[in-house]
């Protein structure tokens, strides 16, 4: 009988963006000037905003500190440079503040 040969050629391309994105948030969690790679502070809760901020900054001086009712509705991106902090009608620390 006749021997068939077949030859394929598959030729694939991908894009990872997401692998990439978080490749580089890993990175620049690692970057000195980004405070090195801690991304929760458990020990704001109950501390007044100005209080946790200047924690948070005094430990990683390259995020952007931003203050949140508790209950405000917030964007779901996820911004590696932010931290939110949540606050009560007091102004005090509500949950424990992350990075994102």
Known sequence: PPKHT????????????????????????????????????????????????????NESPGLNVVKVPQNAMVTMDYVITRVRVFVDDNGMVARTPRTG
């Open 6 to 57: 077949h030859t394929h050629t598959h030729t694939h391309t991908h894009t990872h963006t997401h692998t990439l994105c978080f490749s580089l948030s890993y990175l620049l969690l690692e970057d000195p000037s980004m405070g090195g790679s801690k991304d929760s502070w458990e020990e704001c809760i109950g501390l007044s905003f100005e209080e946790a901020k200047a924690i948070i900054l």
